[in-house]
């Protein structure tokens, strides 16, 4: 159904409760021995029961509005998400290949720097050692 099936739908159904309460208050006024009502009473009733059905339709109208909005962003999500479920095997491996090289390269600047530092620091304990060794 669309918009303006359903806001047809909801001003019939005003426009039925509208007739069947004036039908009804017609019946019981009647049996109270109160006076009929006029055509102008009739016309005014009527012209209530219009106007509060023009409010429940532009609260149809709003909800159906918010319902669409909601429905256009549960739209958006899915295809974020079908874009991410799209991401095979084969790229997630080329991204964790690219984020593995530059650890790769630091690891092995790491290991020469270490190196250095292990050979001069054991230098300086040999000389120290020689001086003091008293040779």
Do not use: C, H, W
């Amino acid at each position: 159904m669309d918009l303006f099936n359903i806001i047809a739908i909801a001003a019939s159904a005003s426009a039925l409760g509208a007739a069947i309460v004036s039908f009804l208050k017609f019946f019981t006024e009647r049996g109270k021995g109160e006076k009929i009502p006029t055509l102008k009473d009739k016309i005014s009733d009527l012209t209530k029961n219009l106007e509060s059905s023009v409010a429940v339709i532009t609260e149809i109208e709003t909800e159906i509005s918010k319902r669409k909005n909601l429905a256009q962003q549960l739209g958006a999500d899915i295809e974020r998400y079908n874009k991410l479920k799209e991401i095979n095997k084969a790229q997630v491996e080329a991204i964790a290949q690219t984020l593995t090289i530059p650890l790769e390269k630091q690891s092995r600047k790491s290991l020469i720097i270490n190196g250095v530092i292990t050979f001069v620091v054991g230098l300086v304990f040999f000389a120290i050692g020689y001086f003091l060794g008293g040779r």
